[in-house]
């Protein structure tokens, strides 16, 4: 039970009446306060009554009987807003929320509509709701309208540019495919520059920011001392070590050795041995400076500085460790090797058949497989019996995935042969990107994400070069 309506009296000797209207069933009855000290004279009496509803307190400031403001994740967006309150990536959820008046007597009732139909779409509830959370399914900037309606017939309305998605930025000037084969086969993240291993060598670029743009230098240009090995002319996989400071990288043809950049000043190469000769198709982190690397003469590993010991002789395209086993997978399977040799293998059809592993990434408990095969993407918990195989159906833009990143909110990017899927870990669905910047980004073979800094950026590479997009 709440009071209804307040009325209070002032007289000039400070004595104040208040009067209480309260509601209790039909019945309504009135409680009269007197006065601590007396009336005073009836000519000093100066009433003023406030309206308020389920108990809510009055405020000196409330604005008129009915407003309407609305915030994008906590951001004010002003009507007749030309400017993005915040820019995001595409698919990121975003929260809008609702304010109508400080007095909501009547009850308020709000109503959103979004310029963009297939934003609308997205809506996780009611579009008359206080809150409502979109996530942006294309790049660009996006118009959104709140109503705001009161029992009597009064509304009010907002409508400003909220927010935009950005779209997808291409590299300029990067060297071109060589005769239509993939020229990007591999990219990883540091704190300050994205490695890429290419067709035509391996390079270094700066991440991006709004300040100086993106651009890209030769590894060899960086390592201008004489003293330093030169690294192959054309490179398959890299990996950059934060515990050690070096970087990765393998040589395109069959090999038996791992270049290891150091980034010392100078900095320096030096190739490392691996016991077989083998295509190194992939190169991960292992325990705080270890590296573990898959190649088509089985699986290796170093302990950063020293040369690389065999755990496993099967041809394997991609492997990961998950800080107890390492996840090999080879062109029918998926297979969990002790790195101490002490347990037996563990073998995992996790496509139901056979289908051709490409990429693997971890994440928590959580297994994501890439293959190249009909299957696409599996989902695989080693704590669970089965695994969630995803495909076209599901939205992904092709069957063959070649790479694989996971960012900090859980949220798992795939390259794949005809564009970039995004799986929302909050919808549990998957998004695809193939337009806004990615037209005619073909055969994708890498992906990664850099969130450091304050930044959030993904760059994909395949046979035309380097493509990314960001939020500063």
Request: proline residues 6%; contains cysteine; aromatic residues 6%.
């Amino acid at each position: 039970m709440h009071p209804r309506a307040v009325t209070s009296a002032r007289f000039g000797n400070d004595t104040e009446v208040v009067a209480m209207r309260w509601f209790v069933g039909p019945v309504t009855r009135m409680v009269l306060a007197a006065a601590l000290l007396s009336l005073g004279s009836c000519a000093d009496f100066r009433p003023s009554t406030t309206t308020i509803d389920a108990g809510k307190p009055a405020r000196d400031d409330c604005p008129l009987p009915v407003v309407a403001t609305m915030t994008v994740d906590g951001i004010d967006v002003q009507n007749g807003q030309q400017t993005p309150g915040k820019t995001v990536l595409i698919g990121d959820t975003v929260t809008l929320r609702a304010t109508g008046s400080c007095v909501q007597n009547p009850s308020i009732a709000y109503e959103w509509n979004f310029e963009s139909t297939e934003l609308a779409a997205t809506a996780d509830g009611a579009l008359s709701a206080e809150t409502v959370t979109i996530y942006p399914p294309k790049a660009g900037p996006f118009t959104v309208a709140l109503t705001v309606k009161d029992g009597d017939g009064s509304a009010a309305q907002s409508q400003g540019v909220a927010f935009a998605a950005a779209g997808w930025t291409t590299l300029d000037h990067f060297p071109n495919a060589i005769g239509g084969l993939p020229l990007i086969r591999g990219l990883s993240a540091s704190t300050d520059n994205l490695w890429i291993a290419s067709r035509r060598g391996a390079y270094r670029s700066p991440l991006v920011n709004p300040e100086s743009g993106i651009g890209y230098t030769s590894v060899e240009d960086i390592l201008s001392n004489g003293d330093a090995m030169p690294l192959p002319e054309s490179t398959l996989a890299v990996h950059y070590d934060p515990g050690a400071n070096y970087v990765w990288f393998s040589d395109l043809v069959d090999s038996e050795v791992i270049h290891r950049v150091t980034l010392t000043d100078p900095p320096s190469n030096a190739q490392i041995d691996v016991p077989a000769r083998g295509q190194i198709r992939d190169i991960g982190p292992f325990s705080p400076t270890g590296v573990v690397a898959a190649s088509s003469a089985g699986v290796f590993l170093s302990a950063g500085s020293g040369a690389f010991g065999e755990v496993s002789a099967l041809d394997t395209h991609a492997v990961v460790s998950d800080g107890v086993l390492l996840w090999a997978g080879t062109a029918t399977q998926l297979v969990g090797i002790d790195p101490n040799g002490v347990q037996p293998n563990v073998t995992i059809d996790v496509f139901a058949g056979v289908d051709a592993i490409e990429t693997i990434a971890v994440r928590d408990s959580n297994l994501w497989i890439g293959s190249t095969g009909r299957k696409s993407i599996a989902r695989f918990d080693p704590a669970r019996p089965a695994s969630i195989v995803y495909n076209n159906a599901d939205g992904l833009p092709d069957a063959e995935v070649y790479d694989l990143a996971v960012d900090m909110a859980g949220d798992v990017w795939a390259a794949t042969r005809k564009g970039v899927a995004r799986f929302k870990a909050d919808r549990q669905i998957w998004l695809t990107m193939d337009g806004d910047g990615l037209q005619g980004r073909t055969d994708l073979r890498a992906i990664a994400i850099d969130e450091s800094g304050g930044r959030r950026a993904v760059y994909v590479g395949g046979q035309s070069g380097l493509t990314y997009t960001h939020v500063p």
